[in-house]
């Protein structure tokens, strides 16, 4: 029996187009039906969701910023945020300088991304984000200065690695230089830090409490470094046939690709298994 169900976005559910099938998006609504919660469980923020995401039907809750949020779209606020104080925030973009990166960082929802001498965004940063990120995205001249404006901490920051090959080695100096903080991957050149002890796990298992279902009764979908937590969290794990190896040697289940629709066919088998 499974009562929550916790899906990464990007290289999971959304398929390399950053779509989702009519099909995916009937099932997911359905879930409300059978009383399961559906909860994307993503590194975008809950302004960031694709709108087929946004539009399935009764959308409650979202695990955004890898774990540094969780959103109520009933409510409209953040029901849990966890973030990097502004200070220490300011240290890490400051290192950050001396990395082969572009930075920017997410407060509240909205991400903010350092631009160019020209005053844009990179184009690097357009052509490679994730789809629907710049979309929303504030240009920043100055990262400093519109921390200082920001009322809150960071909810994450989340710097763009110029170079593929480079990813592993910055993520490497990172950790070394801010051991308290969490610093994941969730693809190649995507490198997320969070607050200390905030993943994608932790807020799911926090999210469940908050709804009175234990945690076996979850299932989590995911593909990346930054599902493991999730992964390994909930009551049972499934990874698409698209997903990294350290992410399959955790996996309960496997399923189908996100390009072949595999969450929906995987809560397909499930559900049918649930009901015999």
Known sequence: MFRLVATDLDGTLLRSDKTISKETQDVLSSLYERN?????????????????????????????????????????????????????????????????VYPSFVCNGERYILTDADGKIPEYVIRRAAGGVVEFAHASRDLYATLKEMPDGLQKIFLYSKDDDLTSEILSKLRYEFPGLFVTTSGPIFIEVNAPGIDKGKTLRLLCEHLDIPIEESIAFGDAANDLAMLRTAGCAVVPANGTDEAKAVADLFCESCDDDGVRKALVRLCNDQQK
Request: proline fraction near 6%.
């Open 36 to 100: 399961v919660f559906f909860v994307p469980t993503t590194g975008r923020s809950h302004k960031e969701l694709p709108a087929p995401v946004r539009e399935v039907e009764h959308l409650r809750y979202a695990i955004t910023c890898n774990g540094g949020g969780v959103y109520d779209f009933a409510e409209q606020r953040y029901i849990y945020n966890f973030t990097i104080d502004k200070e220490l925030g300011e240290r890490v973009l400051k290192f950050s300088e001396s990395l082969p």
